[in-house]
């Protein structure tokens, strides 16, 4: 059974779905709605065999889809899902962030209880093999997590259509559109729901000069955030979005009364300068306490995964579990629960770095 995919928006991160959704077996990208013309003509390129709409209306009218993916500018996706789950029961995998007000929290609720198909929020960061090797091996590693620290030092936001990701009011804020993948690794490793979220950030690098139809961006590019949790555990959040020169982007550590174990993960190999060899490999390092030394295990990607998009081959293991609930072999690893946690976390964390306040959840 070939399964037919629609997608719903074909910027960046639109092309990195078809082309990890082609690396599928038995998959076809059968239909696209993509308004932006220069978008909408590399999307063509990339999958000539589809069907190419004017409205997202015309997409959910076609009869043989058999599911659906969202990859639109973060302030529709409530939109969309709403006017879909008016239609049909496709399942459906939503980019992150679910949303970006507070106030679009109970009509995802709302949609959860009414779309009968299944709903899955790609939080591609939790199938990156090096950190999904260490959410495999965290409990035995450590003897228990006490103290969760999440580092990305990388480039700075990329232009996307129409600009709308240098603006919170469109994209919810750095804290939400950038960091909403590590408040959802934080739930994942703590096992907890957070109580209290403590946050300074700001814009001191990037856009300062940066002006879109007559406004200023407001989009911040760095900061820390201090996530504390019901069960008594912390974590925290380094961001700095103008420290593309650094061997990895992403370092994650978790320590417990046994030891630390901690993943190292480079930035897309597309921009790595070539006169520097060959891009970094992610690595895991494991420190026990006693006996002391630590253990490094190199992790290599499938360089056609490496070369299908900029998420260190998550999305085509995303896309794996995904096409399992479609075929109805299982349920969705990310809930609208999980995508709703990961917004709240990130608008709190805006809030917090805005009013110097800690702020309660």
């Given at each position: 059974m070939t399964l037919h995919y629609g997608i719903i928006g074909c910027g960046m991160m639109g092309q990195e779905h078809i082309k990890n959704i082609q690396l599928l077996t038995d998959t076809?990208?059968?239909?696209?709605?993509?308004?932006?013309?220069?978008?909408?003509?590399?999307?063509?390129?990339?999958?000539?065999?589809?069907?190419?709409?004017?409205?997202?209306?015309?997409?959910?009218?076609?009869?043989?889809?058999?599911?659906?993916?969202?990859?639109?500018?973060?302030h529709v996706h409530v939109d969309q899902l709403e006017q879909i789950s008016a239609k049909c029961d496709l399942p459906i995998l939503v980019e992150k962030p679910l949303y970006t007000d507070a106030g679009d929290a109970a009509r995802v609720r709302a949609i959860g209880e009414n779309h009968a198909a299944p709903i899955w929020v790609a939080m591609e960061y939790r199938y990156m093999p090096p950190i999904a090797a260490l959410l495999d091996r965290v409990d035995a590693s450590t003897g228990g997590v006490k103290m969760l620290t999440i580092r990305e030092h990388r480039f700075a936001f990329l232009p996307k259509v129409g600009d709308w990701n240098r603006f919170n009011a469109q994209s919810g804020g750095t804290l939400v559109e950038k960091c909403c993948h590590f408040f959802d690794l934080m739930r994942l490793v703590t096992k907890s729901d957070p109580v209290r979220v403590m946050a300074s950030a700001g814009q001191e690098v990037n856009h300062l000069d940066e002006v879109y139809g007559g406004e200023t961006s407001d989009i911040w590019d760095c900061g820390y955030v201090i996530v504390d949790f019901a069960n008594g555990m912390r974590a925290m959040l380094e961001l700095s979005m103008f420290a593309e020169g650094a061997e990895y982007q992403e370092h994650v550590s978790a320590i417990g009364p046994e030891g630390k174990i901690e993943c190292f993960v480079p930035g897309p190999g597309r921009f790595w300068p070539v006169e520097l060899g060959a891009a970094p490999v992610s690595k895991l390092v494991i420190s026990p306490r006693n006996p002391k030394g630590p253990q490094t295990e190199m992790i290599p990607v499938d360089e056609k995964l490496l070369d299908a998009g900029d998420h260190n081959g998550s999305t085509f293991y995303q896309h794996e579990g995904f096409q399992r609930v479609v075929l109805g072999q299982q349920e969705p690893e990310v809930t609208l629960a999980d995508g709703a946690w990961a917004v709240a976390i990130g608008l709190a964390a805006q809030e917090s770095a805005t009013t110097g306040q800690a702020v309660t959840l």
């Open positions: 076809k990208v059968a239909a696209i709605y993509e308004p932006d013309p220069e978008m909408r003509a590399i999307a063509t390129g990339l999958a000539p065999d589809a069907v190419m709409v004017d409205a997202l209306d015309d997409l959910l009218a076609i009869a043989d889809l058999d599911c659906l993916v969202i990859v639109s500018p973060n």
